[in-house]
Protein backbone atom coordinates (compact mmCIF):
# COMPACT_ATOMS: atom_id res chain seq x y z
CA UNK A 1 0.00 0.00 0.00
CA UNK A 2 0.86 3.60 -0.62
CA UNK A 3 2.34 4.79 2.55
CA UNK A 4 0.80 8.23 1.53
CA UNK A 5 -3.02 6.13 1.26
CA UNK A 6 -4.62 5.62 4.69
CA UNK A 7 -5.86 2.22 5.35
CA UNK A 8 -9.77 1.88 4.90
CA UNK A 9 -9.87 2.43 8.94
CA UNK A 10 -8.61 5.88 8.55
CA UNK A 11 -11.39 7.51 5.75
CA UNK A 12 -13.62 9.52 6.59
CA UNK A 13 -16.49 7.67 8.79
CA UNK A 14 -19.47 6.92 7.20
CA UNK A 15 -22.97 8.79 9.08
CA UNK A 16 -24.51 6.96 11.98
CA UNK A 17 -27.12 4.84 10.34
CA UNK A 18 -28.59 4.00 13.74
CA UNK A 19 -29.35 7.85 14.43
CA UNK A 20 -30.27 8.30 10.65
CA UNK A 21 -33.17 5.10 11.14
CA UNK A 22 -34.62 6.34 14.08
CA UNK A 23 -34.74 9.82 12.08
CA UNK A 24 -36.95 8.44 9.34
CA UNK A 25 -38.89 6.25 11.86
CA UNK A 26 -40.27 9.57 13.12
CA UNK A 27 -40.30 11.07 9.72
CA UNK A 28 -42.43 8.59 8.48
CA UNK A 29 -44.99 8.91 11.43
CA UNK A 30 -45.15 12.33 10.88
CA UNK A 31 -46.15 11.76 7.13
CA UNK A 32 -48.54 9.49 7.11
CA UNK A 33 -49.56 9.61 10.79
CA UNK A 34 -52.74 11.46 10.72
CA UNK A 35 -53.72 10.29 7.53
CA UNK A 36 -53.92 6.59 9.49
CA UNK A 37 -55.78 7.92 12.68
CA UNK A 38 -58.31 9.66 10.11
CA UNK A 39 -58.45 6.40 8.52
CA UNK A 40 -59.37 4.28 11.59
CA UNK A 41 -62.06 7.14 12.97
CA UNK A 42 -65.25 5.60 14.16
CA UNK A 43 -68.25 7.47 14.01
CA UNK A 44 -69.73 9.00 16.89
CA UNK A 45 -73.19 7.32 17.35
CA UNK A 46 -75.29 4.97 15.05
CA UNK A 47 -77.31 7.86 14.36
CA UNK A 48 -74.44 9.12 12.26
CA UNK A 49 -73.82 5.82 10.68
CA UNK A 50 -77.61 5.89 8.77
CA UNK A 51 -76.51 8.94 7.64
CA UNK A 52 -73.10 8.09 6.02
CA UNK A 53 -74.94 5.44 4.10
CA UNK A 54 -77.69 7.85 2.85
CA UNK A 55 -74.91 10.40 1.37
CA UNK A 56 -72.70 10.48 -1.61
CA UNK A 57 -69.48 8.95 -0.85
CA UNK A 58 -66.88 11.59 -0.29
CA UNK A 59 -64.02 12.50 -1.83
CA UNK A 60 -61.88 11.17 1.24
CA UNK A 61 -64.27 8.15 1.07
CA UNK A 62 -63.79 7.23 -2.83
CA UNK A 63 -59.57 7.94 -2.74
CA UNK A 64 -57.83 6.68 0.22
CA UNK A 65 -55.28 8.54 -0.65
CA UNK A 66 -57.00 11.92 0.06
CA UNK A 67 -56.71 11.53 3.36
CA UNK A 68 -52.73 11.28 3.41
CA UNK A 69 -52.90 14.44 0.53
CA UNK A 70 -55.32 17.19 0.56
CA UNK A 71 -54.92 20.95 0.82
CA UNK A 72 -54.96 20.80 4.27
CA UNK A 73 -52.33 18.60 4.81
CA UNK A 74 -49.95 19.38 1.49
CA UNK A 75 -48.00 22.66 3.28
CA UNK A 76 -47.02 19.63 6.15
CA UNK A 77 -46.04 17.22 3.63
CA UNK A 78 -44.09 19.92 1.95
CA UNK A 79 -42.23 21.61 4.63
CA UNK A 80 -41.43 17.62 6.59
CA UNK A 81 -40.16 16.68 3.49
CA UNK A 82 -38.15 19.65 2.80
CA UNK A 83 -36.84 19.14 5.97
CA UNK A 84 -35.78 15.55 5.57
CA UNK A 85 -34.46 15.99 2.24
CA UNK A 86 -32.17 19.27 3.90
CA UNK A 87 -31.36 16.58 6.64
CA UNK A 88 -29.94 14.12 3.91
CA UNK A 89 -27.98 16.25 1.86
CA UNK A 90 -26.41 19.27 4.20
CA UNK A 91 -23.06 18.53 5.30
CA UNK A 92 -21.71 18.25 8.78
CA UNK A 93 -21.92 22.22 9.53
CA UNK A 94 -19.19 21.62 12.01
CA UNK A 95 -16.11 19.14 11.27
CA UNK A 96 -15.73 16.66 9.16
CA UNK A 97 -14.48 13.27 10.05
CA UNK A 98 -16.37 12.90 13.14
CA UNK A 99 -18.44 9.62 13.33
CA UNK A 100 -21.44 11.98 14.72
CA UNK A 101 -22.82 14.76 12.07
CA UNK A 102 -24.21 17.10 14.74
CA UNK A 103 -27.27 17.11 12.57
CA UNK A 104 -27.61 13.27 13.06
CA UNK A 105 -27.77 14.00 16.91
CA UNK A 106 -30.52 17.13 16.65
CA UNK A 107 -32.62 15.42 13.44
CA UNK A 108 -34.64 12.67 15.57
CA UNK A 109 -35.21 14.96 18.13
CA UNK A 110 -36.90 17.80 15.25
CA UNK A 111 -38.47 14.87 13.74
CA UNK A 112 -40.10 13.53 16.67
CA UNK A 113 -41.75 17.07 17.62
CA UNK A 114 -42.99 17.19 14.49
CA UNK A 115 -44.45 13.80 14.87
CA UNK A 116 -46.14 14.36 18.40
CA UNK A 117 -47.66 17.82 16.69
CA UNK A 118 -49.24 16.53 14.16
CA UNK A 119 -51.08 13.52 15.49
CA UNK A 120 -52.25 16.03 18.43
CA UNK A 121 -53.42 17.73 15.64
CA UNK A 122 -55.24 15.15 13.66
CA UNK A 123 -57.19 14.03 16.93
CA UNK A 124 -58.17 17.42 17.70
CA UNK A 125 -59.85 17.10 14.05
CA UNK A 126 -61.91 13.95 15.15
CA UNK A 127 -59.57 11.10 14.11
CA UNK A 128 -59.43 8.06 15.76
CA UNK A 129 -57.93 8.78 19.65
CA UNK A 130 -54.54 7.05 21.10
CA UNK A 131 -55.57 6.53 24.76
CA UNK A 132 -51.83 7.03 25.20
CA UNK A 133 -51.39 10.35 23.58
CA UNK A 134 -54.14 13.48 24.29
CA UNK A 135 -51.99 16.99 23.89
CA UNK A 136 -51.83 17.09 27.45
CA UNK A 137 -48.21 18.27 29.26
CA UNK A 138 -47.66 15.22 30.69
CA UNK A 139 -48.36 13.24 27.31
CA UNK A 140 -45.99 15.86 25.78
CA UNK A 141 -43.26 15.10 28.43
CA UNK A 142 -43.50 11.44 28.15
CA UNK A 143 -43.56 11.61 24.32
CA UNK A 144 -40.16 14.19 24.94
CA UNK A 145 -38.57 11.71 27.31
CA UNK A 146 -39.18 8.35 25.79
CA UNK A 147 -37.41 10.07 22.76
CA UNK A 148 -34.45 10.96 24.19
CA UNK A 149 -34.38 7.40 25.44
CA UNK A 150 -34.42 6.15 21.95
CA UNK A 151 -31.65 8.58 20.77
CA UNK A 152 -29.22 7.78 23.78
CA UNK A 153 -30.07 4.29 23.04
CA UNK A 154 -29.08 4.63 19.33
CA UNK A 155 -26.17 6.43 20.52
CA UNK A 156 -24.48 4.00 22.46
CA UNK A 157 -25.10 1.33 19.54
CA UNK A 158 -23.30 3.72 17.42
CA UNK A 159 -20.43 4.56 19.65
CA UNK A 160 -19.94 0.74 20.73
CA UNK A 161 -20.16 -0.28 16.55
CA UNK A 162 -17.34 2.75 16.05
CA UNK A 163 -14.88 1.74 19.25
CA UNK A 164 -15.48 -1.90 17.84
CA UNK A 165 -13.56 -1.04 14.68
CA UNK A 166 -10.30 -0.35 16.51
CA UNK A 167 -9.55 -2.90 19.07
CA UNK A 168 -7.31 -4.48 17.34
CA UNK A 169 -5.18 -0.87 16.92
CA UNK A 170 -1.33 -0.83 19.02
CA UNK A 171 -1.14 2.65 20.13
CA UNK A 172 2.03 4.05 20.45
CA UNK A 173 0.78 6.79 23.04
CA UNK A 174 -2.41 7.39 24.97
CA UNK A 175 -3.04 10.82 26.51
CA UNK A 176 -6.00 12.23 28.77
CA UNK A 177 -6.57 15.67 27.54
CA UNK A 178 -5.42 18.83 29.99
CA UNK A 179 -7.82 20.34 32.17
CA UNK A 180 -8.22 23.57 33.73
CA UNK A 181 -9.87 26.79 34.60
CA UNK A 182 -8.84 27.93 30.83
CA UNK A 183 -11.54 25.63 29.07
CA UNK A 184 -14.23 28.29 30.07
CA UNK A 185 -13.04 30.37 27.24
CA UNK A 186 -12.74 28.14 25.07
CA UNK A 187 -16.26 27.56 24.90
CA UNK A 188 -16.04 30.68 23.06
CA UNK A 189 -15.71 28.33 19.77
CA UNK A 190 -18.42 26.04 20.45
CA UNK A 191 -16.54 23.56 19.12
CA UNK A 192 -15.71 21.91 22.65
CA UNK A 193 -19.51 22.31 23.90
CA UNK A 194 -20.60 19.93 21.36
CA UNK A 195 -17.26 17.73 21.00
CA UNK A 196 -15.53 17.84 23.96
CA UNK A 197 -12.39 15.36 23.84
CA UNK A 198 -11.51 12.64 26.82
CA UNK A 199 -8.30 10.92 25.21
CA UNK A 200 -6.21 11.13 22.35
CA UNK A 201 -4.31 8.33 20.56
CA UNK A 202 -1.64 8.16 18.17
CA UNK A 203 0.28 5.29 16.00
CA UNK A 204 2.52 5.58 12.86
CA UNK A 205 -0.99 5.42 10.57
CA UNK A 206 -2.76 8.40 12.12
CA UNK A 207 -4.34 10.50 15.35
CA UNK A 208 -7.51 9.07 16.80
CA UNK A 209 -9.46 11.76 19.19
CA UNK A 210 -12.25 10.32 21.64
CA UNK A 211 -15.06 11.78 23.27
CA UNK A 212 -17.55 10.40 25.17
CA UNK A 213 -20.30 10.43 21.88
CA UNK A 214 -18.04 10.22 18.91
CA UNK A 215 -14.61 9.38 17.64
CA UNK A 216 -12.56 11.57 14.95
CA UNK A 217 -9.59 9.49 13.06
CA UNK A 218 -6.79 11.71 11.17
CA UNK A 219 -4.45 9.64 9.03
CA UNK A 220 -0.81 10.92 9.24
CA UNK A 221 -0.95 11.38 5.52
CA UNK A 222 -3.60 13.84 5.83
CA UNK A 223 -1.65 16.41 8.27
CA UNK A 224 -0.18 19.07 6.09
CA UNK A 225 1.45 20.74 8.86
CA UNK A 226 2.08 21.16 12.68
CA UNK A 227 2.91 23.04 15.56
CA UNK A 228 2.95 24.28 19.11
CA UNK A 229 0.29 27.11 20.14
CA UNK A 230 1.61 28.64 22.99
CA UNK A 231 -1.21 31.68 23.54
CA UNK A 232 -4.43 32.01 22.11
CA UNK A 233 -5.82 34.89 21.55
CA UNK A 234 -9.55 35.77 21.81
CA UNK A 235 -10.12 36.93 18.36
CA UNK A 236 -8.61 33.07 17.50
CA UNK A 237 -11.34 31.46 19.41
CA UNK A 238 -14.59 33.26 18.13
CA UNK A 239 -12.96 32.48 14.23
CA UNK A 240 -13.55 29.29 12.41
CA UNK A 241 -10.74 27.70 14.21
CA UNK A 242 -11.79 24.14 15.26
CA UNK A 243 -10.68 23.21 19.08
CA UNK A 244 -11.25 19.65 19.86
CA UNK A 245 -9.19 20.80 23.17
CA UNK A 246 -10.69 21.47 26.78
CA UNK A 247 -7.22 23.83 27.60
CA UNK A 248 -5.84 26.71 25.88
CA UNK A 249 -2.06 26.09 27.39
CA UNK A 250 0.19 23.99 25.12
CA UNK A 251 -2.54 23.51 22.11
CA UNK A 252 -1.15 21.44 18.96
CA UNK A 253 -2.08 22.93 16.12
CA UNK A 254 -2.79 20.70 12.87
CA UNK A 255 -3.84 21.89 9.26
CA UNK A 256 -5.04 18.88 7.39
CA UNK A 257 -5.67 18.23 3.91
CA UNK A 258 -9.93 18.87 2.92
CA UNK A 259 -10.32 20.82 6.33
CA UNK A 260 -10.90 24.74 5.77
CA UNK A 261 -10.35 25.54 9.15
CA UNK A 262 -7.15 24.44 11.42
CA UNK A 263 -7.68 22.13 13.85
CA UNK A 264 -6.08 22.28 17.81
CA UNK A 265 -6.26 19.56 20.11
CA UNK A 266 -4.75 19.90 23.95
CA UNK A 267 -3.06 16.23 24.85
CA UNK A 268 -1.54 16.10 28.45
CA UNK A 269 1.48 14.40 26.60
CA UNK A 270 1.71 17.76 24.12
CA UNK A 271 5.17 16.79 23.76
CA UNK A 272 5.17 13.57 22.99
CA UNK A 273 2.58 13.94 20.85
CA UNK A 274 4.39 17.08 19.02
CA UNK A 275 7.66 14.92 18.05
CA UNK A 276 5.58 12.26 17.50
CA UNK A 277 3.68 13.52 14.38
CA UNK A 278 6.99 14.99 13.15
CA UNK A 279 8.95 12.16 13.06
CA UNK A 280 6.14 9.98 11.35
CA UNK A 281 5.55 12.63 8.94
CA UNK A 282 9.47 12.84 8.39
CA UNK A 283 9.88 9.14 7.72
CA UNK A 284 7.53 9.15 5.27
CA UNK A 285 8.37 12.11 2.95
CA UNK A 286 12.05 10.05 3.20
CA UNK A 287 10.48 6.71 2.16
CA UNK A 288 8.27 8.59 -0.71
Known amino acids: MDPKEPSKLWRAPHRPWELMFLAFIFFVVAMIGPGLLHDNAQPANQKNVALMKQVKPTEAESNPLAKFVNRQEAPWLL ?11 TPNPFIARVTLPLFDLMAPLL ?111 AIESVRQEKKVKTEMLITENAYLATSTKSLIRLTIKGFHKPLYFSPKKYSAFLMYIRIVRSQRKKAA
Not at 79 to 86: G, T
Not at 152 to 181: C, E, G, Y
Not at 208 to 215: M, T
Request: aromatic share 12%; net charge positive; hydrophobic share 55%.
Open 111 to 221: FSILAYVRLVRAMRQGAARLPWLEGQALDALVWLGATLLLIVAALAINVMRQRFKWRKIKWDIVSPTIKDHSFRSLLLNLYPLFYKPNTYRICPEGLLISGVHYLMPIPIS
Open 79 to 89: VISALFAAYLL
